[in-house]
């Protein structure tokens, strides 16, 4: 790829050109929750029930139905999960959130993808964490200290809340993950070995993308952004990304490092939005439009791209949900009649499900889904989608 810089082992080190050696490829996954990924492992099957999304598992399974471990992707994760915090090793299954169970995220077809596309070893450094926003948790140093608007002072006011207390935790929390991610993408960078024990150390490597996938608690708060909904109410989301893109590439000593973000876009195309969902039409409208924006700025010209993960949203699936739904409240009325047999209120619950399923339609549920849908459903196929969606967009910035 283009505008890439080669490093040695040390950030500190300068740029190096060897002759007749290939840099190692380095690509950088950041986020929260929907980067660390909640799709378990058994939704997979859902892939190869659509021919559209069939040849992604026949690129993360073996004939016999066990996992492939690809040998020229290599990982380093951020997993608290794991005693040493970090889970690392060639690409496969359950490299997403961390817990009992395994799952994954965008970074299984991501890395599919891009080595496809790139046809040499590539090295995935993963720093994702739940429930973390951009205006404190990611903070980059830029965009200076965070100033609460007149409503958190009012706030403060009404809670006879000290401001110089709450400016200094505010303060002690901002940039934290900033810091740790640039921590943990240091420490994997100045011992690549560790990770990739086939490193070749004398051809370094390049840093050849970024790919953020945030949003969720900068979009539900209310308190920080209070006209969401209405236009520009996310403005300084925008301008605090554009910081973020800056001080990244400074921190890394990457000037022209290639940025996709991963716009969020839990629950598809707003123009579909059912009866439930277009009260948060405008919330919803207006910050992925500010999570897009750094794109279209001039000083990001085909180096930042959006892609609106909303594209992958599964229609079927989700529409399957609401329908679990409905099943789920009569249950609920049901188990209230007290004028009913036990039996009878089975008989009656399976009479109202075989009206809203067919067999195949409940296996898709069954299979398919495995979290909320701010979590993209725990769906391998949306996930799956997405992961490839931002390897394609960073190599058509090459």
Not at 356 to 362: A, G, M, R, S
């Given at each position: 790829m283009k505008h890439t810089i080669l490093l040695l082992t040390s950030l500190l080190a300068g740029p190096v050109i060897v002759l007749g050696a290939k840099p190692l490829k380095v690509f950088l996954l950041v986020g929260q929750s929907n980067m660390q990924g909640h799709a378990a492992v058994r939704t997979l099957d859902h892939l190869g029930m659509d021919p559209k999304t069939a040849p992604l598992l026949k690129a993360i399974r073996n004939p016999d139905g066990t996992a492939k471990v690809h040998d020229q992707i290599w990982i380093s994760s951020i997993d608290t999960s794991e005693e040493s915090g970090e889970k690392f090793g060639r690409l496969t299954v359950g490299y997403g959130a961390g817990g009992r169970d395994l799952k994954v995220g965008p970074e299984l077809t991501f890395g599919i993808t891009m080595q496809k596309h790139l046809g040499e070893p590539i090295l995935l450094i993963k720093t994702s964490w739940g429930g973390k926003s951009l205006h404190t948790d990611f903070r980059p140093p830029s965009a200076g200290p965070y100033r609460f608007n007149e409503q958190e002072l009012e706030h403060f006011k009404k809670r006879d809340k000290d401001l110089n207390e709450a400016k200094r935790e505010k303060a002690e929390r901002s940039g934290v993950y900033y810091r740790l991610m640039l921590e943990h993408i240091k420490k994997v960078l100045s011992d690549i070995k560790r990770v990739y024990p086939g490193y070749n150390t004398e051809a370094g490597y390049e840093l050849s993308g970024f790919v953020w996938f945030q949003g969720w608690n900068d979009m539900v708060a209310g308190s920080v952004y209070p006209n969401r909904g209405q236009p520009g109410s996310y403005d300084s989301y925008s301008e605090n990304f554009a910081h973020f893109i800056r001080d990244v590439r400074k921190d890394l000593k990457a000037p022209d490092l290639p940025f996709v973000i991963g716009v969020m876009g839990a629950g598809g195309p707003i123009a579909k939005y059912g009866p439930n969902q277009k009260r948060y039409a405008g919330i919803h409208g207006e910050f992925r439009k500010a999570m897009a924006a750094p794109a279209n700025f001039p000083e990001f010209k085909d180096n930042v791209t959006a892609v609106l993960t909303e594209n992958y949203w599964d229609e079927q699936l989700s529409e399957l949900v609401d329908r679990k739904g409905r099943l789920n409240a009569r249950s609920r009325e049901l188990s209230k009649d007290k004028t009913l047999t036990?039996?009878?209120?089975?008989?009656?619950?399976?009479?109202?499900?075989?009206?809203?399923?067919?067999?195949?339609?409940?296996?898709?549920?069954?299979?398919?889904?495995?979290?909320?849908?701010?979590?993209?459903?725990?769906?391998?196929?949306?996930?799956?989608?997405?992961?490839?969606?931002?390897?394609?967009?960073?190599?058509?910035?090459?």
């Open positions: 036990r039996q009878q209120r089975e008989d009656a619950l399976s009479a109202y499900k075989a009206e809203l399923f067919t067999e195949k339609e409940l296996e898709i549920l069954e299979v398919g889904v495995s979290n909320a849908a701010y979590h993209y459903l725990g769906s391998s196929k949306i996930l799956g989608q997405i992961g490839k969606a931002f390897a394609d967009a960073l190599a058509e910035m090459d």
